[in-house]
């Protein structure tokens, strides 16, 4: 199994230099991630820029409902919240990709003289790919090819580029991301070092990663319950969990018990050590959880 080339961060983690990508399964995923990173570079002293048809006061993250005064930051250049006939179309209202270059030039450009210390700027392109007479994705993997060009060796400039992961194909989505050196998502839910649970959409669940041990029972309970309240099926990704205690375990069947009789907890991605131990007690003894999506091998594993 090949390691991929591109880094994944947290929006938290985003920094001058990474052309970032964000291919979101819903408003929930897409406002959780671009919501912080707008609103940071409010808080911090850096010029934001998102292109959209969109007005300001409906940005994810911003608005009366977060305590963002969008006017106010407008009015003194921090926000700028541009058209996308402005921003990257053409007379006859096509997609031109110079002129998003351009724009992109311009704004930072624009600034390193204003005083800024660094531009986020951030589009979602979904609708060159959803709308009639869409645009031939060899454009678009042309333009972000220039775009990371641009955004890369800059000291100033960072960017997310979104799109909603139902506007393509699977086949165009992946060439669209591997344009990107950067995978961006949802901040932890939880992060100390030794366990680590990330909020994840599609599926509905949870990522857990690192070791669940009685210290931290309460917390995972806690994140376990808010995410079962969606009322939808809760998948559970342990790829990188390596240790779960059989308090864990009985922690799981106890929460499984809450859900609606026809649904299960269902865990994906089991490694192998997590797995035995399951084995130990008795799938049968824990009722309410499911066997989810088997496990990708590494190479390492293989040879074991």
């Known amino acids: 199994m090949e390691t991929p080339w591109f880094a994944k961060r947290p929006v938290k983690d985003i920094r001058p230099g990474d052309h970032s990508w964000l291919a979101y399964s819903g408003l929930e995923e897409r406002d959780r991630v671009i919501g912080p990173f ?4 409010l808080e911090t002293n850096e010029k934001v820029v998102y292109v959209t048809d969109a007005p300001a006061e409906l940005l994810p993250g911003v608005g009366p409902r977060h305590g963002v005064d969008v006017h106010a930051y407008s009015r003194t250049g921090q926000l700028r919240v541009i058209s996308r006939r402005d921003a990257c179309l053409d007379r006859r209202g096509a997609f031109e990709p110079g002129r998003m270059l351009e724009t ?5 450009d624009a600034a390193f003289g204003q005083g800024f210390r660094a531009v986020r700027l951030t589009t979602d392109y979904s609708w060159l790919l959803s709308e009639p007479g869409r645009s031939d994705i060899a454009e678009m993997l042309g333009c972000e090819h220039r775009v990371g060009d641009a955004v890369s060796p800059s000291t100033m400039a960072m960017a997310i580029c979104q799109i909603d992961r139902h506007a393509c194909p699977p ?12 995978l961006v ?4 839910e939880f992060d100390d070092g030794i366990l680590k649970t990330v909020r994840t959409f ?3 669940g949870l990522r857990v990663e690192g070791e669940l041990d009685a210290a931290r029972h309460q917390v995972f309970a806690e994140q376990l319950a808010q995410v079962c309240l969606a009322r939808r099926r809760v998948h559970l990704d342990f790829t990188d969990l390596g240790f779960i205690d059989l308090g864990g375990l009985n922690l799981l069947a106890q929460q499984a018990t809450v859900l609606p009789a026809d649904e299960a907890l269902v865990l994906d991605h089991l490694p192998p050590d997590v797995e035995n131990v399951i084995e130990m007690v008795g799938w049968h003894r824990l009722p309410g959880l499911e066997r989810g999506r088997e496990r990708a ?8």
């Not at 707008?38 to 570079?41: I, N, T």
């Not at 998502?185 to 932890?188: A, F, G, I, S, T």
Request: no cysteine; net charge negative; charged share 40%.
């Open 185 to 188: 998502e949802v901040d932890p």
């Open 202 to 204: 599609e599926p509905n």
């Open 38 to 41: 707008v609103r940071e570079g």
């Open 104 to 108: 992109i030039g311009r704004e930072v």
């Open 297 to 304: 091998f590494t190479e390492t594993e293989g040879m074991a």
């Open 171 to 182: 086949d165009e989505l992946a060439a669209l991301r591997d344009t990107h050196e950067v």
